[in-house]
């Protein structure tokens, strides 16, 4: 299991976001302590405090083509080209929710977060081949944290797309996925939301998009065209929003969860602490976290700096599309840590460095998107 936790809303002061208003983050910090430090650092959780781990369905279900399964674009991936390591049995959840449900409460936590294989439920992705063994399991799951009263918190989409919509649709690349992940998530609304209040639909879509298909290091390891993971993004962005909207409309007011898509990142240093630096940090930052987070926080457009950079190699919204991604996230889902985003990408690479100050990343975020409710969903440091 990976460590994760789950904070409450934290709240600073700050004025209303203005572009580029996490720009005074690398200032705020520039003396270390900051007066109040002591108390920051050793100062008690607050009672409502969440703490939580979290798991991805391919990590650690295991049973790969058991009970109707489908394959997921992982299970052909790892079976290609010289990789040793599958998820074939992972750590065999699947056969071993009472074991897991005991350590998740020795652990004390009070959500658990993990993710529904959409190919054990849609074993080709769509309806039409409901499998209800795989529904069951998750059914199970879910009844039993609620024996221990632990939370689920349910991510729709942690990069395992159904095997058969890559190979016939091509994946994200096609603007079709939209409405099936859409249709794919009523499902799962349906299925389970009446036990769910926090609902994650797509993590980190920058992985996703970046390496999925573009470096092509995760499934489905496409690579060669350098502009394929921006359209890649754009149907995230899109599948994102329309699932959102259907929940708003003819979910929430019944279930009362709350939706987000998960968007990751690390700090980063600037070389020097010229402005210049600093701007190229926060472009930096936009190309990763403001890719997704200021169409769904700000005005559902890319961010300013990623159009100048990228031109029209990035797609445009249509103001209709704009106003449907806007403001479609109900809290900042932060992953934080990931050492896969940054990394690989020479061309946003200024010569900053990686670090790992929560607090300084959890500055800007609140500055740079207007003071969201931000949870870290995830946090983890590896190569
Ligand atoms: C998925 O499987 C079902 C059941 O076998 C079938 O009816 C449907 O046409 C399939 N869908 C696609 C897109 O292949």
Known sequence: MKVLLLCTCLSFTSAAAKPNAGLRTWGRFSKLPYPGDKAFLYDT??????????????????????????LSIWDTFTRGGNRMAT???GSDSYHNIQADIRAIRQLGVSHYR????????????????????????????IKKLKEIRVQPVVTLYHWDLPDHLQQTLGGW?????????????????????????????????????????GTGVVAPGIKND???PFRIGHNL????????????????TRQQG??????????????????????????????????FARPLFIDGDYPPCMKAR??????????????QVRGTADFFALSHGAALSFQLIDSLNFGQQEDLDLRMLLYWVNAEYNKPPIFVVQSGWWV
């Open 45 to 70: 959780f607050p009672k409502d405090f969440i703490w939580a781990v979290g798991t991805a369905a391919y990590q650690v279900e295991g049973a790969f083509e058991k009970d109707g399964k489908g």
């Open 87 to 89: 998820g074939d049995v």
């Open 114 to 141: 993990f993710s529904l294989s959409w190919s054990r439920i849609l074993p080709n992705g769509t309806r039409g081949s409901y499998n209800e063994i795989g529904t069951n399991y998750y059914r199970s799951l």
């Open 173 to 213: 690349s096609n603007p079709e996925l939209v409405g099936i992940f859409k249709d794919y998530a009523d499902f799962c609304f349906q299925a389970f939301g009446d036990d769910v209040k926090y609902w994650i639909t797509i993590d980190n879509p920058f992985v996703v998009a970046r390496h999925g298909y």
């Open 226 to 228: 350098p502009d394929l």
């Open 237 to 252: 962005l899109k599948a994102h929003a329309a699932a959102w909207h259907l929940y708003h409309r003819h979910y929430r």
């Open 258 to 291: 709350k939706l987000s898509m998960a968007l990751a990142s690390h700090w980063i240093k600037p070389s020097r602490t010229r402005l210049e630096s600093l701007r190229e940090c926060q472009c930096s930052l936009d190309h990763v976290l403001g890719w």
């Open 310 to 323: 990228l031109g029209s190699r990035l797609p445009s919204f249509t103001r209709e599309e704009r106003e």
